[in-house]
């Protein structure tokens, strides 16, 4: 067990105050790219990126971002290691670690990651779970305060499936304070509860319409996540009414934006005008990821070596 090391596997890991550094240090990362100038801070760093899952936006953003700070990467896709033979989890967790300085690891049930984390010896990032996804939400609030400054008190609206970002939208709002709206079918209404985080801020509503009244932020994800297939069907029919698409922006407050984590499917979770349209900052969020995991890189390496 290594009970002393900081790991990132979901929002709360991270207090306002270290996140607001990251933020702060995310903003001096992103211009220093503008400009072409490169901190080479994580020099003779290894990151090691294990995905048993699909990914683009993750698997670029960090990749390019350990080159810009002048590391290494190393893409391990689990179906090609012994965990694919039956390697536990635990075993590989002691012997990838030994050979960098920090891993992200993108995976199916939380138990998995958390197993890896209790068994490293460095650093480990949640590149995703099905019940999280804390790199995507802080660059998306960081992206928001980027567009239109403080969350705090904001209302933003979660409209569609209750997953790992809704999950992770949900931790954010206890921390930054905002209220945050989630509207889903109500026969997976019972999935907030189950997800056992404290729901202060958050309120549900039936009507996606309504939740999206007074929004500042209208964000949303695939109706199908990553391990869910076999529900697809189901899903686009239950799902139909919660489309992000003109009605609910013009029911939001006139400076909204629209976010969404992608891949996107036009004409299922959000229509083509709203995706393609002024208020979508969809591609400044998913560039974000890039400048928001470098200084996540530097700020979990140097605290863990503190
Ligand atoms: N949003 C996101 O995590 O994208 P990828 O699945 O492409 O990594």
Same mark, same amino acid.
């Given at each position: 067990?290594n009970?002393?090391?900081?790991?990132?596997?979901?929002?709360? *890991?991270?207090?306002?105050?270290?996140? $607001? +550094?990251?933020?702060?240090?995310?903003?001096?990362? +992103?211009?220093?790219? !503008?400009k072409?100038?490169?901190e080479q801070?994580?020099?003779?760093?290894?990151?090691?990126?294990?995905?048993?899952k699909?990914?683009?936006?993750t698997?670029?953003?960090?990749?390019?971002?350990m080159?810009?700070?002048?590391?290494?990467?190393i893409?391990l896709q689990?179906? /090609?290691?012994?965990? /694919?033979?039956?390697?536990?989890i635990?075993?590989a #967790?002691?012997?990838?670690?030994?050979?960098?300085?920090i891993?992200m690891?993108? &995976?199916?049930?939380?138990?998995?990651?958390?197993a890896?984390? +209790?068994n490293?010896?460095?650093?480990?990032?949640?590149?995703?779970?099905?019940?999280?996804?804390?790199?995507?939400?802080l660059?998306?609030?960081?992206?928001?305060?980027?567009?239109?400054? /403080?969350?705090l008190? +904001?209302?933003?609206?979660?409209?569609?499936d209750?997953n790992?970002?809704? #999950? @992770?939208?949900?931790e954010? @709002?206890?921390?930054?304070?905002?209220k945050?709206?989630?509207?889903?079918p109500p $026969?997976y209404?019972?999935?907030l509860e189950?997800?056992n985080i404290s729901?202060?801020?958050?309120?549900?509503?039936?009507d996606?319409? !309504?939740?999206?009244v007074?929004?500042?932020?209208?964000?949303t994800?695939?109706?199908?996540?990553?391990?869910?297939e076999?529900?697809? $069907?189901?899903?686009?029919k239950t799902?139909?009414?919660? &489309?992000?698409?003109?009605?609910?922006? *013009?029911?939001?407050?006139k400076?909204v934006v629209?976010m969404?984590?992608?891949?996107?499917?036009r004409?299922?979770?959000? @229509? #083509? *005008?709203?995706i393609?349209?002024?208020? @979508?900052?969809v591609?400044?969020?998913? !560039?974000n990821?890039?400048h928001?995991?470098?200084?996540?890189?530097?700020?979990?390496?140097?605290?863990? !070596?503190a």
């Amino acid at each position: 067990m290594n009970k002393n090391i900081r790991h990132f596997l979901r929002v709360s *890991d991270l207090s306002y105050n270290e996140i $607001q +550094k990251l933020f702060a240090r995310s903003t001096v990362l +992103k211009k220093q790219v !503008e400009k072409q100038v490169f901190e080479q801070v994580l020099q003779n760093r290894t990151l090691i990126l294990l995905f048993e899952k699909h990914s683009t936006r993750t698997r670029l953003s960090f990749e390019v971002g350990m080159q810009q700070l002048g590391g290494n990467s190393i893409v391990l896709q689990m179906r /090609d290691t012994q965990i /694919d033979r039956g390697e536990t989890i635990e075993d590989a #967790a002691r012997v990838i670690s030994r050979m960098c300085d920090i891993v992200m690891l993108r &995976t199916f049930e939380h138990s998995k990651i958390e197993a890896f984390a +209790k068994n490293s010896t460095v650093p480990l990032i949640n590149g995703l779970t099905n019940e999280h996804h804390p790199c995507q939400v802080l660059s998306d609030i960081f992206t928001f305060q980027e567009q239109r400054g /403080d969350i705090l008190g +904001k209302t933003i609206s979660w409209i569609g499936d209750i997953n790992n970002m809704c #999950a @992770s939208w949900i931790e954010a @709002s206890n921390i930054f304070g905002f209220k945050l709206h989630v509207s889903s079918p109500p $026969q997976y209404k019972h999935l907030l509860e189950e997800l056992n985080i404290s729901q202060s801020n958050v309120e549900y509503f039936a009507d996606p319409i !309504e939740a999206c009244v007074q929004s500042s932020l209208i964000t949303t994800d695939v109706w199908t996540s990553m391990g869910f297939e076999q529900e697809k $069907q189901e899903r686009l029919k239950t799902f139909e009414r919660w &489309t992000v698409d003109r009605r609910k922006i *013009d029911a939001a407050n006139k400076d909204v934006v629209f976010m969404h984590c992608l891949p996107a499917h036009r004409g299922e979770e959000v @229509s #083509a *005008d709203v995706i393609d349209g002024p208020q @979508s900052v969809v591609w400044q969020e998913a !560039e974000n990821r890039l400048h928001f995991q470098k200084a996540l890189l530097e700020h979990l390496i140097k605290i863990n !070596e503190a």
